[in-house]
């Protein structure tokens, strides 16, 4: 993985992402190591992010490393027209690691082309969101203790949901079973189901979250994305499908568990939150491990 840019989780293979997984493991039993000390890793966030940004600073700050960068393109010269191109080409000159967030699908992808230091691409669009797969692949493991076999069902915006296409893309190489569960206008992309029927895994879909409650080992929800809709209309159509409550969870597996990329609007209910199945914010918490372990290889510090 070394000097090796992440844009798409399929960059990298089924064992790079368990190597990553388990180094990820020693830094939750060990998060503070100065391995950083001599580095400067920039954050380039084209798009609005919570977690995205602030778990890769916390893991920067925690491995001693310098960070540069901006929270939003207003305040840099693209507020003035310069190119995605010349911005890559510059801030190349001040960092050893570029972690970037853009609106554009591809933009992460065509940074990578013209960089000199590698690109983390933290979303780019609706396209994908390749570190938020490996702290999901990592929450999963840790909750279920495998990513073999597992019954995962992903809720809600599926069509535009990056973090869905990039776990799809991830799980297929681990003889998932997939429930996915949309509106009709949000259904998963045939690009993203070529991978699961590449890999000769099957795929049930569904409109009724209820139709899959006592069946999977994770219930992935998501958000539906205001942002991602042309129309507001079609968005005020389908912006209340689904809201999980605790009365839902009832019948499910004793040891299933909720995950959330986050940021949530309606669609879990905060009741939700005390439920020993709601894993939310643990999930979130893992992202700093998962980032340092990817940050610490890329740079061939482990
Ligand atoms: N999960 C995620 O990408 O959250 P942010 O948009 O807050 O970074």
Not at 162 to 169: E, G, K, Q
Not at 170 to 188: D, G
Not at 291 to 296: F, H, N, P
Request: with cysteine.
């Amino acid at each position: 993985m070394k000097n090796r840019s992440l844009i798409s989780i399929n960059d990298y293979s089924k064992e790079e992402y368990l190597k990553i997984l388990d180094i990820a493991e020693d830094f939750e039993k060990n998060p503070r190591q100065r391995i950083l000390e001599n580095h400067v890793v920039a954050t380039l966030f084209f798009e609005p992010s919570t977690r995205t940004r602030l778990s890769f600073e916390s893991a920067i700050s925690q491995l001693g490393g310098k960070i540069i960068g901006f929270t939003d393109a207003s305040s840099s010269s693209v507020s003035k027209g310069e190119s995605l191109m010349d911005t890559i080409k510059t801030v190349a000159n001040y960092s050893d690691l570029i972690v970037m967030r853009h609106p554009l699908d591809g933009s992460a992808r065509w940074a990578s082309e013209v960089s000199d230091v590698p690109i983390i691409n933290a979303g780019d669009g609706a396209n994908q969101h390749p570190t938020q797969c490996l702290l999901d692949l990592y929450s999963i493991r840790k909750t279920q203790g495998t990513l073999e076999n597992i019954h995962i069902a992903f809720v809600g915006d599926l069509k535009y949901g990056r973090t869905v296409h990039s776990l799809v893309i991830a799980l297929s190489q681990f003889n998932t079973t997939f429930h996915l569960v949309s509106p009709e206008e949000l259904k998963l992309p045939s690009v993203v189901k070529k991978f699961i029927k590449d890999a000769g895994l099957q795929y049930h879909q569904y409109t009724e979250i209820e139709d899959i409650m006592d069946k999977v080992d994770i219930l992935y929800m998501t958000r539906i994305q205001r942002e991602r809709f042309a129309d507001p209309m079609e968005y005020e159509r389908v912006k209340n499908s689904y809201i999980l409550k605790n009365e839902m969870l009832e019948h499910s597996k004793p040891s299933m568990r909720v995950l959330h990329p986050l940021p949530r609007v309606n669609e879990i209910e905060e009741a939700v939150d005390t439920n020993p199945k709601a894993y939310y914010f643990q999930q979130a918490k893992n992202g700093v491990y998962v980032r340092e372990a990817l940050m610490a290889s890329i740079l061939g510090l482990k």
